[in-house]
């Protein structure tokens, strides 16, 4: 592509155009179809299109019942865009509508020529982005069902709106990836005696502040330990690492992380403080009031109180049962008894994590690029994306060869067996895929004049240092 | 038994010397290097009974009455009787000659000995408060360096002021010390009497070290129990005890101490009734306890010359229990002690029981005690092994085993006593239980001390008996349970309940590296032929592997195709080794290669390669 021809050229990544949510069994007599349509992003759309949208998802999700009962159509390609339907609870349908990227050229009357690109788009990915959306909701707001059967309708309604109305903003489609398709947790590692001490540190936290029913522990947005069951932790770790963390990142860097209470007489100094709840302690005023999540949905339905607090790179998630009212009193109490220990076992963290970085002599740069993951135990490793901020999720790689790691995985789903995939990309890069039992890695190599067999050297050289402590076939 | 009655953590042992009583008649003396009781009937002429604790046989002589008895001892190993009448002069019944080895001139105002560390001290100067050491080893003598007593206050005249029965020495902790009495202590404004330590070294100077606090005045007397000192108080009739090593407020050079546990009386003592039980129908007698009559020995004889019983002192750990509530402060002072095992491990029973329970900071306090003292145990017994596997024993001749004492609590003991049952107890929570055991797998780790299985073993037990599998699995994950082939082989078994221990296990028998065998049996047993190929394959074991076992687990797939890939591995296995595909008649494969025929035909079977 001549330099020239790509300044006229003008990219759109994918776009969300629409989202919805509704159930045919409310509105099932003709002219009751408004009744259908729980949530409709953009609100503005008018209402007839509304309900001619919901009915064309409905009579599609219908009409391929008939070839698949039990697997309905999940989506539905067209020229433009992309449909991507989910039944999350019975008769409850979220309808997502993603725009295709497209790149708008100039023939050369000057007229402007949209292309739409209409096999950019990875199913597996966004589908995985609404499913996403509906644990994301569930964990905040609890089931559909549950929001019927505390108000009906009404309630439904508005709390779909209340949280969708915000949280569809933080989609950031044109990002979404591999990494969305596992919705993993990356973990930190850690050696045999500093994991007992949190341990340690947990349990005694645990019984002396009494209330907490499930405790999670994070050391630089990496989980460490969770006491939540692991779907649970799976969606509150995506909320913690892209949405809770990064909006306090900046005030960390400004310095503001400063011992607060250090002035305080009797107090011994420390570096906890709230992510959640009470910002300032010391005003007698100040609020307590913890995000509320909902989990164990499938059987002991708990509704829980979210309370985060950190020191330095260590944050620990308190839930305690929604019963209980978390006063000031307690939460000065969580302060003083969590605060310093919170502070001394992140500086033991850190002090013992760069031990074994310079023992394993692993602190050089990592000279594969490769994303690993492990079904079983959600476990996710990347060296191709940066930090995750809110709003994009940094690559270092080009988006085609993401695209190829997307493909690679959808035949490996296809399949049952072990397996393993080698391509060469158009861009000179060797891109390999493996799966062994539940685990997949995928591995990108910029060797333009290796073959098969050197690529195939290369990446057992990688499994041999990196993973030479599991089970992984080669 | 009542509550008070358990209180009691002094008693006289039960079996005591008896000998006849004091009398006009009957002279008693005691012997304190061999513990013996000379109980000597009318100067000696109606008989002389000697009895001491360790024999039970009494020794029984008759003497000519030669005039009044001063002193009468035995030589070590009562070869040698020595009998003293007046202030000069000793007497040997048989004829034998005494040489002088060696002698000191000093002006003496009284003197004591110790047996046990053989030890005299002199009392010299004027005030009689300068004590001169004398240590005596294999014939010889040799001079320790002198030093002074403190005296509560400047003494208004020149008379003796330090009096013997104020002075005691006993062996504390494997060192001697010297115990003074001081009646006053030194400072105005603390009332009360006091014990001072002085540490006695072999080499070196007399240290004062230790002040024990009374807090109380009168007339006392001093034991030595079990590394302990025992302060025995008249006028209350009630004893104190005092422990050196537990931490005591220290201003630099000497640490002053407190009683460990409020004052007690020692165990009200009752008299058996002498003669056959058929006679005396009578019930036993209470004895009357600290009685003016009663002298203290040292270093745990307490004699009762108008009753007649030699006792020796002993210290209860149990009642101890609920006097120290201090966790902490307790395991410290039982560790300490002699006989401490079963009172520790029923502690540690005790505050894990529901009704009963410690915290978790108090728990781990606890287990960091107990595994300090495993540690230095497990430590001294591995220098000892390296240092005779090296055979530098020889020139180190004063080297010995290290002695397991009590207060080595291990995991085994831990295990057996302590946790197997709490684990099982239904009305604990689980989640204490399960903080418990990673409390106690925390602390062997804090310590470098290898974890046992069945520790591991405890654990997953009680997260797979709530369900808490997603906990198992994270430790698994960060090798919280150390790898072994019974933990695989566990993980295995949960398979059914649990899918993820097969990985689990499988990257666990990985680890191992010793385990190939076993990776290959679960591939196989899953039906992974292709993949148990590719592992033995993988590590270059493929040579040695029977083809019988995988043509039949490939044959149970019922996938054809999968059949042909193994059938033609090993043809070309046999090709390579063998210069010829065909198996031979020892692989047993008949039977499979009539099938490979079967389905993929004659023509379908490798011809041998000829050059």
Redesign the interface.
Known sequence: MAAAGAAQEKQFPPALLSFFIYNPRFGPREGEEEKKILFYHPNEVEKNEKIRNVGLCEAIVQFTRTFSPSKPAKSLHTQKNRQFFNEPEENFWMVMVVRNPMIEKHSKDGKPIVEYQEEELLDKVYSSVLQQCYSMYKLFNGTFLKAMEDGGVKVLKERLEKFFHRYLQTLHLQSCDLLDIFGGISFFPLDKMTYLKIQSFINKMEESLNIVKYTAFLYNDQLIWSGLEQDDMRILYKYLTTSLFPRHIEPELAGRDSPIRAEMPGNLQHYGRFLTGPLNLNDPEAKCRFPKIFVNTDDTYEELHLIVYKAMSAAVCFMIDASMQPSLDFCRRLDSIVGPQLTVLASDICEQYNINKRISGSEKEPQFKFIYFNHMNLAEKSTIHMRKTPSISLTSVHPDLMKILGDINSDFTRMDEDEEIIVKAMSDYWVVGKKSDQRELYVILNQKNANLIEVNEEVKKLCATQFNNIFFLD | MSEEEEDYYLELCERPVHFEKANPVNCVFFDEANKQVFAVRSGGATGVVVKGPEDRSPISFRMEDKGEVKCIKFSLGNKILAVQRTAKTVVLPEKRSLKLLKSQNINVNWYMYCPESSVILLSTTVLGNVLQPFYFRAGTMSKLSKFEIELPAAPKSTKLSLSERDIAMATIYGQLHVLFLRHHSRTSNSAGAEVVLYHLPREGVCKKTHILKLNRTGKFALNVVDNLVVVHHQDTETSVIFDIKLRGEFDGTITLHHPVLPARSIQPYQIPMAGPASVTSQSPVPCKLYSSSWIVFQPDIIISASQGYLWTLQVKLQPVVNLLLDKGRLMDFLLQRRDCKMVILSVCSQMLSESDRG???VI?TVFDKLNHEYKKYLEAEQNYTMVVETGQSRSNPLLKRPVRTQAVIDQSDMYTHVLSVFTEKKEIPH?FV??VL??Y??SL??FQIPVQHYLHELVIKTLVQHNLF??L??FL????LSDSKPLACLLLSLESIYP?AH??S??M???LSTANDE?VEVLLSKHQVL?AL??IR?IGGHDNISARKFLDAAKQTEDNMLFYTIFRFFEQRNQRLRGNPNFTPGEHCDEHVAFFKQVFGDQALMKPTTF
């Open positions: 915290t978790l900071p781990a989640k399960i903080a990673m409390e797998i925390r780790n804090q997603y906990m699995h994270q994950q960060y090798h919280v993820p990985q689990l499988l990257d028998l990985k680890r990776i993949a590719r592992f993988g």
